[in-house]
Structures are given as C-alpha cells and as structure tokens.
C-alpha cells in the first residue's frame, strides 16, 4: 500500500495494519504467517546467474525461478 511514499503516512501506519491483520485471522482461530524482506540494495553486486543457478540447484521450481527473474 506504499505508506511511506503517502503524505502524513509512515511505517507506524503499515505496522497496524499488520498487526491489525494478524490480530484479526489469531482471533477466528487460524494461523497467521508473515515473511518480510527489503532487498533494495540487497543484490547491487551479486553475479544473478550464478544466484538463480543455486536456487535451482536446491530444489526451488523452476517456474518461481523464471518470475524472479522477470521480476
């Protein structure tokens, strides 16, 4: 939802929401799974080939593999 890029917004507000997310699914009884990453200079020097290659080579689909690439 790009709070950070929003006026009068900030990662406060996106951390409610989550929170309220997750308040909301652990309530009515069901699980609740988060993953996070920031990968914005994460991969600035990283050989992308040899990247893809290894995730191959550990079993990631192939297909998860072609969108990341795209991506």
């Known amino acids: 939802m790009q709070f950070g890029f929003k006026q009068h917004s900030s990662c406060a507000h996106a951390l409610f929401v989550v929170s309220q997310v ?4 652990l309530c009515h009884g069901n699980s609740a799974y988060l993953a996070s990453l920031d990968a914005s200079k994460a ?9 893809f290659n290894k995730v191959i080579d550990r079993g990631l689909p192939r297909n998860i593999v072609k969108i990341l690439i795209d991506w």
Request: charged share 30%; glycine share 0%; no cysteine.
């Open 22 to 25: 997750a308040d909301y699914f």
């Open 43 to 51: 991969f600035d020097r990283v050989n992308h080939v040899k990247l």
